[in-house]
């Protein structure tokens, strides 16, 4: 996407990419914690898999 920019509505503070076409796929991981936690939580629960 190099040369594009894209617009992104944040809701609760946090930025809404289902309505830029971005996501790939959206799990659930409960609370915060730190940042390596919820990676590991998300890649965990990625239907799909890890995508990186």
Do not use: C, H, W
């Not at 809701?11 to 830029?20: A, E, G, I, V, Y």
């Amino acid at each position: 996407m190099t040369g594009k920019f894209l617009q992104t509505v944040f809701l609760n503070d946090f930025p809404d990419f289902k309505s830029t076409g971005v996501e790939i796929q959206e799990v659930s991981i409960g609370k915060y914690d730190t940042y390596d936690i919820d990676f590991a939580k998300a890649d965990e629960l990625a239907p799909m898999g890890k995508i990186r």
